[in-house]
């Protein structure tokens, strides 16, 4: 008899990987505690937001940005039992209703003033 294990699909390996880091320098270097809960995306856009204050060149926090939005993909993978999807590089959430969302764009549009990962995950989470 073969014991079937549950395993993620590929295609989270490098955003749950990134959202782990995310979540360990938080811990580390900003004293920012991230749980993996819809509420820990208010304290993510406002650090967002306090990133975008400096004035920092895009091209400075892009990883950081890119570790955010893989940290809300992961909550809202987790909240709706929702997958990773990736094709040429790019990495989606596709929720059980079959409706994607791009958390690591959303991420980029908190930096310009247009985005909320809170908001998205509300979004994504609603059935």
């Known amino acids: 008899m073969t014991t079937q294990q549950e395993?993620?699909?590929?295609?989270?390996?490098k955003p749950a990987r990134w959202a782990a880091d995310t979540v360990t320098t938080m811990r580390e270097g900003a004293?920012?505690?991230?749980?993996?809960?819809?509420?820990?995306l208010w304290s993510?856009?406002?650090?967002?937001?306090?990133?975008?204050r400096e004035a920092a060149p895009y091209a400075a926090v892009k990883t950081v940005l890119r570790g955010f939005?893989?940290?809300a993909g992961e909550v809202i993978v987790r909240r709706t039992g929702g997958e990773w999807w990736a094709s040429?590089?790019?990495h989606w959430v596709r929720t059980p209703d079959g409706r994607f969302w791009d958390p690591?764009?959303?991420?980029?549009?908190?930096?310009?003033?247009?985005?909320?990962?809170?908001?998205?995950?509300?979004?994504a989470s609603r059935t």
């Open 7 to 13: 395993t993620r699909p590929s295609a989270a390996t």
């Open 44 to 52: 993510v856009d406002r650090t967002i937001a306090d990133i975008r």
């Open 88 to 90: 040429g590089g790019d």
């Open 31 to 40: 004293r920012l505690r991230l749980d993996y809960s819809a509420r820990s």
């Open 104 to 123: 690591m764009e959303e991420a980029r549009r908190c930096y310009t003033g247009d985005g909320s990962l809170r908001l998205l995950c509300r979004d």
């Open 69 to 71: 939005g893989a940290y």
